[in-house]
DNA sequence: GCTTAAACGAGACGGTACGTCACGTCTTCTA
DNA sequence: TAGAAGACGTGACGTACCGTCTCGTTTAAGC
């Protein structure tokens, strides 16, 4: 018997090659449920949405979906942050472009009415779960630092950002801010913010 | 009848000149169960917090709670982050002395155990109750903002801050990078951390 | 200090002459409380009768009426059931008329619909308060077993009623019956249903 | 979906042929709530008794309970008066006999502990819930009524009961008069009491 | 074709907390 | 001291959701 038929394997190990003995897993119903969420999200709030009602939604059962996720946290981290998000950088010419283009896609990701719902309840669930606080971690630190610290170093060596910014620093900066911008102004931050935003930050890390 | 008696007063508006009859609350139990949420927050976190225990540990009764406040939310709130905090401003001589101040004050206010693990769930339950989404804020406005926006107008005329650069750009700089600081590396934020982040801010809203 | 101070004089001290120092009672209140109380129980059942709507319904407060009676049930079992009950026998010159005229007065007092809705509720409470019990034993004794005790030992010695025939026998058939008729079929006992009953007494009870 | 999974199925209409899918009901926890149930009235007042420590005392959890009974009424009544119940009718020769026997039975399962201590309480609640109504007065006539009107029959054509007389005639003489008995004399009921109160009804309703 | 093993839907399960309600008492002020 | 108003502790209520489990059924892969 294989440790993978003990310890259920979620999503993340799929590079395991177990022999899949038994009834494949239906593809479809692990996007059902991630459709069933991201849409669900944008009617409640994260504390309001219950499993019962997202199984109803993908017109699946609750097993099917603990089979598959952890609990309701992680699924709702996977629906809103999906793995597929490309972490392409920008490269507008200037930093302070390149850094409005950051802020632009932090704030498309963030603003999202999935995203907005979600956020708050995720934070909130990663102070008991170190699980999720792992994996949301790991989702922020690969979309955005992993990628930043070539950035910030080629932009160090030709002299537009001051030693001793790190990726982190710049990344803090960046999702601090519009985490914050849209928690208390409410998702409505328009190009005018992005502009200014952008100016601090660029301002804050030159040299 | 007045309609106070009605529908009940969970915030005392003190300035209302009723002839308040009846018994008077206890004011000895809302304080004891101020005490005793506190010292909970820092042996649990929000979501095992229950108002069974809160009550048990304050040596009251769940009623007399619900009386006093709408939930376990705004109750939390007014715990950790209680109407007396002072809002001075500070004053090193330098801009950068001033933003490395606000960033230990805000350090020390959200690092507090209590503020810790009362903070995530808070701002997962801003989503669904909108009552606490502006007692929040209001309490956020009223701590940084408020006092800030003379502090940024004398700055800006000393010729230390460029124009453009408002109190909620500032406070959101502060309080967001605070913020995601905590959750990212946990707590851990030596005073390394805050020279690097108040150099940053502080280059950020230079002329 | 007298005793009755101490412990409250509920209605059925009334003789005990203490000096009654203090405001005196509001004669008015505790007859405004018994009418509020039946009035509500024509429309709603014992237990969906709180006290605190008897106490606004009679214009007065809560401890106002627990300095009158020890509790809900003593209040509604006086209100139901008042000692002014008249126990004057009935006289129609044949036995048979005689216990048809028993039954039509009981069914009257219990198929008044502060009765029907309150007997239950007190019989359910009887069995936690042993006061209530006496008090409702008391007065069901003092309007029936009571006076009946000439009438069936008259009756006896002219030989109507066969000798072995207690009082209580014939309170119980008459009120054991009603009470259960009442609850089966629901208040809506005529004539006809008297008639057969007091035959069926009258033949159980004769020689 | 059927019908039966959307409105909770208290009372199992077994004849109906369902596919009962989904996990089918733990047979152990309804009994052992059931028992527990019994027990705990043997120890308290219906008044003093909780869904909590019934659930506790079974082993088992309140939503399971609720997911059985409509509330603690209705357990309390299943539990008092099973459904298993038989109801053989008397047959010792003679009108007298058969009553007493009728008498014997009924007193038998009105003065368990637990009929006693629940008894008053059901009927208190019978009010308020016209479900309760129903279902005590269903398993009553079940009991009673139904089989005695074969009974009331056959002794009429024999002659041994007078015509007019009806089984319910017979129900109520018996169950009334027991009833208030046992309120009022407080379940020591002795053989005496049976035979005068057979004695009663056999005459009341002989030719 | 038959076996095997797992996925599937449905829903019951234990647990835990929620927010509400009523009781009967206690405390304040006013008359 | 009575009275009105209302807060208090107590204790139970019935509900909701979590994440797990147990059924009977279905589906693919492998012998």
């Given amino acids: 018997m294989s440790v993978a038929s003990v310890t259920p394997t979620y999503v993340t190990v799929s590079f395991v090659m177990t022999t899949e003995i038994g009834r494949p897993r239906d593809r479809g119903i692990g996007d059902a449920v991630l459709r069933a969420t991201v849409e669900l999200l944008a009617e409640c709030s994260y504390a309001d949405l219950s499993v019962d009602t997202i199984a109803a939604r993908a017109g699946t059962s609750k097993p099917a979906i603990y089979r598959r996720w952890r609990g309701k946290a992680h699924l709702v981290h996977e629906a809103v ?67 930043l610290t070539d950035y910030v170093d080629a932009a160090a060596q030709r002299g537009d950002i001051r030693p001793g910014i790190t990726a982190a620093d710049l990344a803090e900066a960046v999702a601090g801010m519009t985490f914050l911008a849209l928690l208390t102004r409410g998702a409505l931050l328009d190009e005018t913010w992005t502009e200014r935003t952008a100016r601090l930050i660029t301002k804050g890390i030159s040299p």
């Fill in 81 to 147: 942050f999906p793995r597929t998000a490309t972490t392409e950088l920008p490269d507008t010419g200037s930093l302070e472009g390149d850094v409005r283009e950051m802020l632009r896609r932090t704030l498309m990701v963030l603003s999202t009415p999935a995203a907005l719902a979600a956020l708050p309840g995720l934070v909130g669930e990663m102070a008991s779960d170190p699980t999720l606080h792992t994996a949301l971690l790991e989702r922020f630190g690969d979309v955005l630092v992993g990628a």
